[in-house]
Each structure stands twice: as C-alpha cells, then as structure tokens.
C-alpha cells in the first residue's frame, strides 16, 4: 500500500520550484524528491545524527563493518554524533523487553566511560548536571573521581534491566555535552574496543525480523567459526551446536550463516532452544558461578530461572521457557560451572562474541 504525505510550502519556495523544474524539463514531484534526497544524504557539520537515526538498520550496518569486522578503510572518524547514536542505542537495548540480568562488564565499560567524561568537564572547569549525577550514582561529596571509583568498586554482579537503563540515563540526559569534547579526548574515551563492548546493546535494541536479519548476513556475511560442545551433569546435558565456517576455512567458498542452537536433553525429554534463551541462562549461570551468594535463592528472568533448594529433597530447579528440570543442588553447581568456563575460554568464547554482535546480547 502506497502511503502519501501532503507538504505544504511557502508560495515563494514553490514559485521557485516550478521555474527550475523548468528550466531543468522535469516535473516539480520529481525535483523536489530529488533535492529532498540530495539533503539528506548531504555530510553536513551538525546532521550527522540526523542521518544516522533517519535509516538506523543500515547505519548499525556500517558501523558493524567498521567496529567488528575492522574494514575501516575510507570510513569516515568516529565523530561525538555517531557515539551519541551508539549511547542511544545502547540506553533503547536496556530500555527493551522484561527486566533480565545483563553483561556487568558491559555496563561497567559504559560507567568507566560516564566517570571518564565527568573528570574531563570537572578538570575543564566545563558544567554537569550535578543534581542529576549525585541522585543517580549515590555521590554526595566533592571529590568527583573518588566517588566515581567508590561506586564502580561497589557494583553488584547482579544488575537487572531496569537498573541499568538507570544508571546510563546520565550519559544519555545530556549531563554531558559531547559536543563540547575535543576530538582527541573523544577518541581517547570511546575507543574501538570499548564501542565494540557496546555494540551488542545495540543489535539487541533493534530486534531485527528475520527477514532483516538474513539480509544483514548475506551483505557483510560474518565470518564465524562453527562450533560444538557438549555440558553434562546429574540427569541433564546441554549440547551447544554453532553453525559457521569450519575452523582453518578460507572465506569465498560457501557461506553458511552463523546459528546458535541449544539442545537441552534429559532423561525422558529432548528440548530445542536458540540464541534468546542461550544468552540470558549464560548470563545468569555467570553470576551464579563467580557470585553465589548474590543470588543464592535463585533468580526468576523473562526466558531462563532457577531455585535452590526447591523442594523438600533440596533439589534445584531449572527452567528455559516453560522447560522444569529438577536435579540435585551439587550437580546444578558442577553443570554451571562447566557450562560458564567452557563458554569463556578459547575458541568457543570467541565465536560467541561474534555472535552477541550479530544477534545481540544484554
């Protein structure tokens, strides 16, 4: 269906409209698209972010190029308008969906940042939103870089959605005025792998169909090593299959787009999962892991939960949408602690970095 937008413009502007489609044997409909679409593809100081929001898919897509794939030959500086497009996207990602337990090195590489800029404008004597800044973060001295360290050296490993969207509000409500950063600086703060660090946020913000999402695949074609592994404990296994490129593959020959499936198998059932699921249990499994007393009861999230000591037995329970399994409490932490290594070292840790950058991740 054809949808149709009525301008109105001041009678001199279409004067002058008609006499150059005139002059140029065109009809005024024609030209005026053509000097609309001139406009807004124009690089000009200031549009910037204009730009880059008008068609976010397909800036996200270039940016990907650039940060994740390194192809930065002939891209243009990473300027204060395309971070401020990152920030945003990185906010709308914490912003989207029930509340969920996220990445913490994540969102301390955005809080390192926050506290890197606030220095800069305290040391150039330039002005913050203090109210905002000591409401958000706790601060109630003068010593803005010791609070800053304080608050960091505080964070809880066990930080939800909702907080998070939060605690990056300073970085997004304006208390800082990037705009107002020399280009040096701002490359000294937003570094390659710091904006890489972020960038699945914003993948996970746009929530591509699958349609969008196969297109994007076919374009840059990632490449992305296929893996398998397989975790098991007490009466359950779980069995990661990642398609890709076989390891020590050349790219240019067939390109299989990267998948993530997860197997869960018990004694009696055999249950699929994807990437969405996968994602949030590692999340939670994470801190479970390395912070068991954090959330020692257990943690109720959108796609993936788990309860000590549920039942009268003692037994854990674990859930994947609406999957229950019940197993012991020491083979709950053995499977989690398998599962989390596995998944943070070698090869397997790095093709699931390329896949929070495909597919997106808290």
């Known amino acids: 269906m054809l949808s149709q937008l009525t301008l109105r413009f001041p ?36 549009e910037e972010y204009l730009r880059l929001v008008t068609d976010p898919d397909a800036a996200l897509e270039k940016l ?3 940060l994740v794939l390194g192809q930065t030959l002939g891209a243009p500086e990473i300027t204060a308008d395309t971070v401020q497009f990152l920030l945003e996207l990185a906010h709308q990602g914490y912003a989207r969906g029930p509340s ?5 090195p994540r969102l301390r590489t955005l809080l390192e940042i926050t506290f890197a800029l606030l220095d800069w404008h305290v040391e150039n004597d330039r002005a913050v939103d203090s109210h ?27 930080v939800t959605q909702d907080h998070a969207e939060q605690l990056l509000r300073p970085l997004l409500g304006r208390s800082f005025d990037l705009r107002a950063v020399p280009d040096a600086v701002l ?14 946020l914003c993948m996970y913000a746009r929530n591509w169909s699958p349609d969008r999402q196969r297109r994007f695949l076919e374009t840059v074609r990632p490449p992305v090593t296929a893996a398998r592994e397989s975790i098991g404990a007490g009466p359950l296994r779980l069995d990661i299959h990642i398609s890709g490129m076989a390891p020590g593959e050349r790219p240019g020959g067939w390109y299989e787009a990267p998948r993530l499936f997860l197997t869960v198998t018990g004694s009696e059932f055999i249950m699929p999962f994807g990437w969405e699921q996968f994602a949030e249990l590692l999340r939670l499994l994470t801190v479970y892991h390395h912070h068991p007393d954090v959330i020692p009861q257990g943690w109720q999230g959108h796609g993936a939960m788990f309860s000590t000591r549920a039942t009268a037995a003692g037994e854990v329970i674990l859930g994947l949408d609406a999957l229950r399994v ?19 070292r070698g090869e397997l840790h790095q093709t699931l970095e390329s896949l929070r950058c495909i597919y997106g991740d808290l």
């Open 11 to 46: 009678k001199n502007l279409t004067e002058r409209l008609r006499n150059r489609a005139a002059t140029e044997s065109t009809s005024v409909n024609a030209l005026a698209e053509r000097l609309l679409e001139d406009g807004l593809a124009t690089d000009v100081a200031g």
């Open 100 to 104: 969920q337990l996220v990445s913490t």
């Open 132 to 158: 905002y800044l000591r409401r958000t973060f706790g601060i109630k001295g003068e010593d803005w870089h010791a609070e800053g360290e304080a608050f960091l050296a505080t964070l809880t490993p066990a």
């Open 326 to 344: 019940f197993m012991s409490e020491e083979a709950f932490t053995a499977l989690a602690g398998d599962f989390v290594t596995r998944c943070d």
């Open 187 to 200: 490359a000294t703060l937003f570094t390659t792998d710091r904006l890489k660090a972020i960038f699945p």
């Open 64 to 66: 990907y190029c650039r």
